[in-house]
T-cell receptor, first 114, second 114 residues
């Protein structure tokens, strides 16, 4: 299994809603990432978890709350989002977070905030 | 700070042609370079990863080369097919990148005409 699975594929939410994005991998990878990608732009790093601990937070607003319950699962909890948060949210993983490793991306969650 | 440029921004060619996509980077202190494919509204599919000590990598009809000293990489696609239509992203990993070391180019949008 060389896949990173993201659910849901699409999500529409209001500004007062609370929702969660889920990412799962069964490759035994110990580094997991959240990226945000706006249309026609490259991905931007949000968070990195290494061995289930948050190692990088790229000054992301607190309305985005990551969680790594175990080594296979990564969640992104969303609350009180703004319309400008509408984007494709990508999860990625790599074996141990080393700089020489290949990154494996999921198919993304397309989020629309109304 | 690392900067990655991909030329051309868009390319449309008839089916069956061989083509070359270009990626240039300003800081040669890199660990590796990864080529990705992205279909509209979807995640990134890793195509090839070239470590800084390597000159090229091949996978099927794809061949990627790296000239670290001149700050250039090319992705060669042989015998193009309509299914190759996608955006191709080049990502450089090095000390001049973001917190994850990565700097993405803006991509080349490729259309293969049947």
């Amino acid at each position: 299994d060389t896949e990173v699975t993201q659910t849901p594929k699409h999500l529409v939410m209001g500004m007062t809603n609370k929702k969660s994005l889920k990412c799962e991998q069964h490759m035994g990878h110990r580094a997991m990432y959240w990226y945000k990608q706006k249309a026609k732009k490259p991905p931007e790093l949000m968070f990195v978890y290494s061995y289930e601990k948050l190692s990088i937070n790229e000054s992301v607003p607190s309305r985005f709350s990551p969680e790594c319950p175990n080594s296979s699962l990564l969640n992104l909890h969303l609350h009180a989002l703004q319309p400008e948060d509408s984007a494709l949210y990508l999860c990625a993983s790599s074996p141990a977070g080393g700089v020489y490793e290949k990154l494996f991306f999921g198919s993304g969650t397309q989020l629309s905030v109304l | 700070k690392q900067e990655v440029t991909q030329i051309p921004a868009a390319l449309s060619v008839p089916e069956g042609e061989n083509l070359v996509l270009n990626c240039s980077f300003t800081d040669s202190a890199i660990y590796n370079l990864q080529w990705f494919r992205q279909d509209p509204g979807k995640g990134l599919t890793s195509l090839l990863l070239i470590q800084s000590s390597q000159r090229e990598q091949t996978s099927g009809r794809l061949n990627a080369s790296l000239d670290k000293s001149s700050g250039r990489s090319t992705l060669y696609i042989a015998a193009s097919q309509p299914g190759d239509s996608a955006t191709y992203l080049c990502a450089v990993r090095g000390t001049g990148g973001g917190a994850d070391g990565l700097t993405f180019g803006k991509g080349t949008h490729l259309i293969i005409q049947p």
